[in-house]
């Protein structure tokens, strides 16, 4: 597997040696031995599958005091996915990273604990896997507003996204409970 770090250096890039010929393609989308070589080593113990369609944006969601950290990847269609530096002690506190994962592409994306998640389906539909570094504690979930000015996110345009009212209800980072 390569790990390339993005302009947040913890956020990273994971890409799978992909294996193909005229019946298919073959990769290995977990290996943690490979992982911890590669310099990502981290203990995984859940797994979370979603399915949504054009235009739902989910996110930017993340847990206090119970952080994840995720290793995402999407399954069938496209998606735009961020990650937001929510660490004040970080150079990179409020700075935001959006890449494209396809399953065309087969790139997966580790968002570390300290930082929000979200995404954009771009495609008709998208269905996301993850694993989480910890368990999902839902008096622990936070939410930050997914078009804060204050977090600029280049969003794609999509026209307005679907949310969740939770998502809808999300805080400014100004506001927004943030790790130390």
Known sequence: MKITPTAIPDVCIVEPVVFGDERGFFFESFNRR????AGLDRDFVQDNHSRSRRGVLRGLHYQIPQ??????????????????DL?????FFGRSIGVSLTAENKHMLWVPEGFAHGFLVLS??????????????PKCERSLL???????????????????????????????????
């Open 124 to 137: 008709e539909f998208a269905e996301v896997f993850y694993k989480t570094t910890s368990y999902y504690a």
């Open 34 to 37: 490979a992982l911890a070589q």
């Open 67 to 84: 952080a994840q950290g995720k290793l995402v990847r999407v399954l069938a269609g496209e998606i735009f996915d961020v990650a937001v």
């Open 87 to 91: 660490r004040r002690s970080s150079p």
């Open 146 to 180: 997914w078009n804060d000015p204050g977090l600029a996110i280049a969003w794609p345009e999509c026209g307005e996204p679907i949310l969740s009212e939770k998502d809808r209800q999300g805080l400014r980072l100004s506001q927004a409970e943030v790790y130390d």
